[in-house]
């Protein structure tokens, strides 16, 4: 800063050259730009034989917020000296060029000025609707939420989505702690997973590890699994990532999980659900709808790998997605796409890593109503909202598109599609095809079974 301004008291100001000069001819030495202006306009005057006379300001730059930033001006500019002069012809067809070219920079400002106009109405819109939702969530609803969560009133305006300021809140209750978790418990649970941690980090053999009372899958599990997701948890906010203001939070809920249930222990896909609860309540809330929502009997089959009801909940969304979508169902079967290759990923993070965030805690507002089957009927949404398209795919195109979907994905589009899915076949609702799927397997496995012995 002191070298630039030293500089600048020393020189002289600024000249003023021909256009096009720097352009294209060389730079003048050092000491030209120590000249006199009018000494370099009559330089320039008698080396090119004519007058110069300088462009009036109001006419140089009319629209200056629609004209290009580049070099596309160029084209109205004299050549130098040393190169030949422009025909009249050349000229006109520049300057009409530029013209088209503002123009058309022109239309697509106020193309572009529209839209953010649109954007800002939608938003102010969307502003007011969470804003008077939040105030009958708050005063009418969540005081009386017992009485009033089954209204019709109090689903439809559920299904529009939850005010953030009430999100977690609503979603705690909606979830329930049947399992019984105290703060207290939270806080216990987590002290003996630090005291692992701390244990595992000093144990140099696997003899050490066993004699600590742990497995070596268990440290494995516990230390490496854990920290390795917690990095790829949201990457792109990186407020989860080591240094973040929520990874030891992340880590702790996730650690104080594997101590609470070591019969599921840790298992990919947890980091995105504990995530999400923490963005949404504070930590001991957090675990306490963490523990309770994975005791759920879909997440406890998925999370468990219980492969016989997970199979269960693949042969339900197929009876669905055939009855919704029959076209895109027997193509998918022609490839013998089955809905293990996009399911699984959808239902282990709750659709948290597959959809935009905002619009997975809004899938996520609805499952909380709904339970297991609005998992299943978002799942069909999506196959919805994409028909067209994978209708044209091969089996490897389905699998990656459906693994990686679209990032301009709409809240609005996907919900419109997701109302469009109907829950019931010859009848049947989801909870009675899943729970005739069940008594079959059953009855299966006792024909099948051998006699007993008297």
């Given at each position: 800063?002191?070298?630039?301004?030293?500089r600048t008291k020393e020189?002289?100001?600024?000249?003023?050259?021909?256009?096009?000069?720097?352009?294209?001819?060389?730079?003048?030495?050092?000491?030209?730009?120590?000249?006199?202006?009018?000494?370099?306009?009559?330089?320039?005057?008698?080396?090119?034989?004519?007058?110069?006379?300088?462009?009036?300001?109001?006419?140089?730059?009319?629209?200056?917020?629609?004209?290009?930033?580049?070099?596309?001006?160029?084209?109205?500019?004299?050549?130098?000296?040393?190169?030949?002069?422009?025909?009249?012809?050349?000229?006109?067809?520049?300057?009409?060029?530029?013209?088209?070219?503002?123009?058309?920079?022109?239309?697509?400002?106020?193309?572009?000025?529209?839209?953010?106009?649109?954007?800002?109405?939608?938003?102010?819109?969307?502003?007011?609707?969470?804003?008077?939702?939040?105030?009958?969530?708050?005063?009418?609803?969540?005081?009386?939420?017992?009485?009033?969560?089954?209204?019709?009133?109090?689903?439809?305006?559920?299904?529009?989505?939850?005010?953030?300021?009430?999100?977690?809140?609503?979603?705690?209750?909606?979830?329930?702690?049947?399992?019984?978790?105290?703060?207290?418990?939270?806080?216990?649970?987590?002290?003996?997973?630090?005291?692992?941690?701390?244990?595992?980090?000093?144990?140099?053999?696997?003899?050490?590890?066993?004699?600590?009372?742990?497995?070596?899958?268990?440290?494995?599990?516990?230390?490496?699994?854990?920290?390795?997701?917690?990095?790829?948890?949201?990457?792109?906010?990186?407020?989860?990532?080591?240094?973040?203001?929520?990874?030891?939070?992340?880590?702790?809920?996730?650690?104080?999980?594997?101590?609470?249930?070591?019969?599921?222990?840790?298992?990919?896909?947890?980091?995105?659900?504990?995530?999400?609860?923490?963005?949404?309540?504070?930590?001991?809330?957090?675990?306490?709808?963490?523990?309770?929502?994975?005791?759920?009997?879909?997440?406890?089959?998925?999370?468990?790998?219980?492969?016989?009801?997970?199979?269960?909940?693949?042969?339900?969304?197929?009876?669905?997605?055939?009855?919704?979508?029959?076209?895109?169902?027997?193509?998918?079967?022609?490839?013998?796409?089955?809905?293990?290759?996009?399911?699984?990923?959808?239902?282990?993070?709750?659709?948290?890593?597959?959809?935009?965030?905002?619009?997975?805690?809004?899938?996520?507002?609805?499952?909380?109503?709904?339970?297991?089957?609005?998992?299943?009927?978002?799942?069909?949404?999506?196959?919805?909202?994409?028909?067209?398209?994978?209708?044209?795919?091969?089996?490897?195109?389905?699998?990656?598109?459906?693994?990686?979907?679209?990032?301009?994905?709409?809240?609005?589009?996907?919900?419109?599609?997701?109302?469009?899915?109907?829950?019931q076949n010859s009848n049947?609702?989801?909870?009675?095809?899943?729970?005739?799927?069940?008594?079959?397997?059953?009855?299966?496995?006792?024909?099948?079974?051998?006699?007993?012995k008297s």
């Amino acid at each position: 800063r002191n070298f630039f301004t030293k500089r600048t008291k020393e020189l002289k100001p600024a000249v003023q050259s021909a256009p096009g000069w720097k352009l294209f001819g060389k730079v003048p030495p050092r000491e030209n730009l120590q000249k006199d202006s009018k000494i370099i306009q009559q330089e320039y005057e008698a080396r090119t034989g004519r007058m110069y006379k300088p462009p009036p300001p109001s006419t140089r730059r009319k629209n200056i917020e629609f004209e290009p930033l580049s070099t596309t001006a160029l084209i109205l500019e004299d050549r130098p000296a040393n190169l030949p002069a422009k025909s009249v012809e050349e000229a006109l067809r520049h300057r009409q060029e530029y013209d088209e070219m503002v123009a058309e920079a022109k239309k697509r400002e106020i193309k572009e000025a529209h839209k953010r106009k649109k954007i800002m109405r939608e938003r102010f819109k969307q502003e007011e609707n969470i804003a008077s939702a939040m105030v009958i969530w708050v005063n009418e609803i969540l005081p009386n939420w017992e009485g009033m969560r089954a209204t019709r009133r109090v689903r439809e305006l559920w299904w529009q989505g939850l005010p953030p300021s009430v999100r977690g809140k609503v979603w705690s209750l909606a979830v329930g702690n049947e399992l019984n978790i105290t703060p207290e418990l939270y806080e216990i649970f987590l002290s003996r997973a630090k005291e692992r941690w701390k244990s595992f980090s000093e144990t140099t053999s696997e003899n050490d590890i066993e004699d600590a009372g742990a497995s070596v899958a268990d440290r494995e599990a516990s230390l490496e699994l854990i920290k390795l997701d917690i990095s790829r948890t949201f990457p792109s906010l990186y407020i989860f990532q080591k240094g973040g203001p929520y990874h030891d939070l992340l880590h702790s809920v996730l650690g104080a999980y594997t101590c609470y249930r070591p019969d599921v222990g840790y298992v990919q896909g947890m980091s995105f659900i504990a995530a999400v609860l923490i963005l949404n309540l504070e930590e001991a809330d957090a675990f306490i709808a963490f523990a309770n929502l994975l005791n759920k009997p879909c997440q406890l089959a998925f999370f468990r790998v219980d492969h016989s009801m997970m199979l269960k909940y693949f042969a339900a969304f197929e009876v669905f997605f055939e009855e919704n979508l029959p076209k895109l169902f027997l193509h998918f079967k022609s490839y013998s796409l089955t809905p293990d290759i996009y399911l699984i990923d959808w239902i282990f993070t709750l659709y948290s890593k597959s959809l935009p965030l905002d619009l997975a805690c809004r899938v996520w507002d609805v499952f909380c109503r709904d339970g297991e089957e609005f998992l299943f009927r978002t799942g069909l949404g999506i196959l919805r909202l994409y028909e067209d398209i994978l209708l044209q795919m091969d089996f490897i195109h389905i699998a990656q598109f459906l693994t990686k979907l679209p990032e301009d994905i709409t809240s609005e589009k996907l919900f419109s599609c997701i109302a469009a899915i109907q829950m019931q076949n010859s009848n049947k609702k989801w909870a009675q095809v899943f729970a005739s799927l069940m008594k079959d397997n059953k009855e299966g496995d006792k024909n099948h079974s051998p006699a007993l012995k008297s």
